[in-house]
């Protein structure tokens, strides 16, 4: 796969390299309407690129692979397009998400790709809180990794700290309107 050769030693996104920075999250999107050739000189498998994947990130997190390929498992037509093999199982197994190249209307998928690349690391508060009493919690526990921007009304994770997609964030605050005589 490109993406295992671009992150080998020397690639141009290999560890270290001024493209693979440790505050940002890597996007990788496979475009193709054919499978994934790497096995023809490669004895890898899907599962071994996706583990080499995992280790390029602290967090798995900031890693968002998906694919626009051939339609799962039979390909599609028209246009002719195989089956994205390889690429598939890699997203399956990376949680990304695997979209139609034969698809009339790319609109959808664009915007679903642009808003998966980005890690959400800002939350806009509803009311405008007392500064010192807001709590944040991540996934039932209490953290300190954020700053609050009142200008913005909105709590900032920071880098080192963006909670992953899936959890669960609550803000608790008093409101300011509340404690002001």
Not at 4 to 15: F, I, K, L, M, R
Not at 45 to 56: E, K, Q, R, S, W
Not at 81 to 88: R, S
Request: aromatic share 10%.
């Amino acid at each position: 796969m490109e993406s295992y050769e671009a992150t080998q030693s020397g690639g141009d996104a290999s560890p270290g390299s001024a493209f693979l920075r440790a505050d940002s999250r890597l996007v990788i999107i496979y475009v193709s309407d054919e499978r994934d050739g790497s096995s023809t000189y490669s004895s890898m498998v899907p599962t071994d690129y996706a583990n080499h994947l995992l280790t390029l990130k602290a967090m798995a997190d900031q890693l968002s692979v998906n694919a626009v390929a051939g339609d799962h498992p039979n390909g599609c037509s028209p246009p002719y397009a195989q089956h994205g093999a390889g690429y598939y199982e890699v997203v399956q197994q990376l949680g990304g998400t695997f979209m139609s190249i034969c698809a009339t209307d790319y609109g959808l998928q664009m915007d679903t790709l642009a808003r998966d690349s980005i890690l959400r690391s800002a939350f806009e508060l509803s009311e405008i809180p007392l500064e010192e009493s807001i709590i944040v919690t991540v996934d039932g526990y209490v953290t300190s990794d954020w700053t609050y921007n009142a200008t913005e009304n909105a709590i900032y994770f920071n880098l080192n700290a963006i909670p992953a997609t899936e959890s669960e964030i609550y803000i608790e605050y008093a409101l300011l309107d509340d404690c002001t005589p």
